[in-house]
Every structure is written in C-alpha cells, then in structure tokens.
C-alpha cells in the first residue's frame, strides 16, 4: 500500500511539472509571436507630415483696371509662364497649410482712353499665399483638394514705359484653389492645380507731367502642373 502511495505521489508529482514547464512554453512562444511580425505581413511607416511640390505655373490675368480721373481708361497685363515651389505641413490626413512662393512680372498696357499711351510700365511680382487645405483620404491614389487663404503680394523693379514714374503698392488678397495630387507611391506623385487671387492693388502714375492715381484689378487665375514629394 505505501508503494501504491509512493508511486501515485511520483506520478501527481511529474504531472505537475510537466504542466508548469509547458505553461511556460507555451507562454513563450505566445510573447515571441507578439513582438515578431508575422511571415509575409506588411510593415508600413506613418508619412511624415511634410510635402513640396514643384510646379510649372501660367499666370491669367483679368485685364482690368482704370486711372483715377480720367474717363474711359483701362489697362491690361501680359500672361507669363513660370515655376513655383509650395511646402505643406500636414495637422491629419485631411487638414493641411500650404505656404506658395513664385515670382513673375507683368507688363502694363493702356486700353480705352488711355489706349495711345501703348506700355506704361512693367513690374514684377511677388506673391506668397498661405493656404488651410482640406484633403480627401477617399480615393485611393487620387487625392483631391480645396483650399482657401491669403494673399500678400509685393511689387518690385518698377520700370516705366509711356509713363514718367509708376508705383504700383504691396496688397493683400484672398485666395482660392482646387486640385488633386495622384501619388505613384508612398512618397512620388502628380499634381494639378488652380487658385483664383483677387488682388486689386493701388498705384500712382505719372504721365505727361500728370500725377495720377488709379487701381490694376489684375486678380490672376494660376494654373499649375508638377510633381509632389511627401517625405
């Protein structure tokens, strides 16, 4: 009988440590298979919350504008081509600020009454706009937006042309866009985009000994194409 206990204890014994040392197994196992990744998964990095893009960009302006004083005037402004660079800062997936930086010139011509005064002038321009952006997640690749900000332009190198002195001043303006990016890859995309500026700056002009004053409603339309970079 202290045999047949004996050997019962034996038994209970190696089946309680059998079951400890596979507890602890199995315990192990479970931690390795939590912090390694399984076979085949995907690990994906959050995008930093910084993109720039490089744009080709035409500049549409509205040909508008009028001398104080002087009825019938009107003005228009040449159409240019050039590049841009944009920065944006990412807050989510959906709200981001765009900062565009350019710069062109315009040449300014007399039209209606003014007409015989050919080229008055030609200025250049330019004019940071900071956008708050909403950006739709929705659409895999293609990633449309709409924005809406400010508009701060500064005129430099004023030369004259028909006019004896031309002094177009620094404005600020509203702005409004629309485009999309379509992304390549995590990191590679296309852009397209259109913003409407509604800058109305004032100047003062002087033409045959005349010191005049009068408006230059250039409020282009800018219409860009390029290529984005999210880092």
């Keep these: 009988m202290a045999r047949q206990r004996m050997g ?3 038994g209970v014994t190696a089946a309680l440590v059998l079951i400890v040392v596979g507890q602890q197994a199995v315990a192990a196992d479970l931690a390795q298979a939590v912090s390694a990744p399984q076979a085949g998964a995907l690990v994906t990095q959050a995008p930093s919350p910084w993109q720039i893009r490089l744009r080709a960009l035409g500049v549409i302006t509205e040909d508008s504008g009028y001398v104080n004083a002087v009825p019938g005037s009107d003005l228009s402004y040449s159409d240019t081509v050039t590049p841009e660079l944009d920065f944006s800062y990412f807050f989510t997936d959906n709200i981001a600020a765009e900062l565009i930086l350019g710069t062109t010139y315009a040449n300014i011509d007399g039209k209606g009454t003014i007409g015989g005064l050919g080229k008055i002038g030609e200025v250049w321009l330019l004019p940071p ?11 895999g690749a293609f990633k449309p937006y709409v924005g809406a900000g400010v508009n701060y332009t500064i005129f430099y190198n004023q030369d004259v042309g028909s ?40 100047f003062d002009v002087k033409v045959g000994g005349a010191n005049l004053t009068g408006t230059a409603d250039l409020n282009p339309w800018l219409i860009g194409a390029g290529v984005t970079y999210r880092f």
């Design 8 to 10: 019962v204890a034996r």
């Design 129 to 139: 706009t900071l956008t708050l952006q909403y950006h739709f997640t929705n659409f």
């Design 163 to 202: 006019a004896g002195a031309l002094d177009v001043k620094d404005t600020f303006g509203a702005a409004l866009q629309v485009g999309f990016d379509y992304m390549v890859d995590q990191h590679w995309g296309v852009n397209f985009d259109v913003k409407k500026l509604f800058l109305e700056p004032d």
